[in-house]
T-cell receptor, first 116, second 115 residues
Framework: GENVEQHPSTLSVQEGDSAVIKCTYS??????FPWYKQELGKRPQLIID?????GEKKDQRIAVTLNKTAKHFSLHITETQPEDSAVYFC???????????????FGTGTRLTIIP | DVKVTQSSRYLVKRTGEKVFLECVQD?????MFWYRQDPGLGLRLIYF???????EKGDIPEGYSVSREKKERFSLILESASTNQTSMYLC??????????????FGPGTRLTVL
């Protein structure tokens, strides 16, 4: 099955600086790569996703890049703000096999702390 | 707005008890999922269901079972709760993705403590 590794597990960044979180996946058939943000005591929520037919996607201060050859994808947050402090999860899915395209395999999470 | 609700935010049970966790979604989604979340381990899939009465094992199904009698409701059952099942349980739902994965919408979670 799919295996997703996420690094780093914790990240502290000065407010206004950029943060980068990296994930690798093992199943070359995976073609959907979402990122979820989980604030303290709240449910995970999708912040951005990318599909295998594109290499980069941006949404204001957030961007995701995908390298299918190397099987890794990254989340980039620019001009970080205190409200960016949260746990971020990457995931991989969409591999077609016995409804496997419906499943997501999540990374272990990155706790991002923005230092004012 | 998709709404996914779970029956309890906090639950305390004793070892050996049978435990039911319920999840309801109001967006007519075909897919529903149960995860457990543990520090340092991320979200691990226990079971998922792609249709009424249909289920598939996830990565850690041992000690759990599920039931989906109605499209909007997905139940997770711990037949005989053990202390190593103390965890945060998250339910999620998503529409069918076709050939490519789709966004999952999560419930607020149930923090289960087994004594």
């Amino acid at each position: 099955g799919e295996n997703v590794e996420q690094h780093p597990s914790t990240l502290s960044v000065q407010e206004g600086d950029s943060a980068v979180i990296k994930c690798t996946y093992s199943d070359s058939a995976s073609n959907y790569f979402p990122w979820y943000k989980q604030e303290l005591g709240k449910r995970p929520q999708l912040i951005i996703d990318i599909r295998s037919n594109v290499g980069e996607k941006k949404d204001q201060r957030i961007a995701v890049t995908l390298n299918k050859t190397a099987k890794h994808f990254s989340l980039h947050i620019t001009e970080t703000q205190p409200e960016d402090s949260a746990v971020y999860f990457c995931a991989a899915g969409g591999a077609i096999s016995n409804f496997g395209n419906e499943k997501l395999t999540f990374g272990t999470g990155t706790r991002l702390t923005i230092i004012p | 707005d998709v709404k996914v609700t779970q029956s309890s935010r906090y639950l305390v049970k004793r070892t050996g008890e049978k435990v039911f966790l319920e999840c309801v979604q109001d967006m007519d989604h075909e897919n529903m999922f149960w995860y457990r979340q543990d520090p340092g381990l991320g979200l691990r899939l226990i079971y998922f269901s792609y249709d009424v009465k249909m289920k598939e094992k996830g990565d850690i199904p041992e000690g759990y079972s599920v039931s989906r009698e109605k499209k909007e409701r997905f139940s997770l059952i711990l037949e005989s709760a053990s202390t190593n099942q103390t965890s945060m349980y998250l339910c999620a739902s998503s529409p069918p993705s076709g050939l490519i994965g789709n966004e999952q919408f999560f419930g607020p979670g149930t923090r289960l403590t087994v004594l």
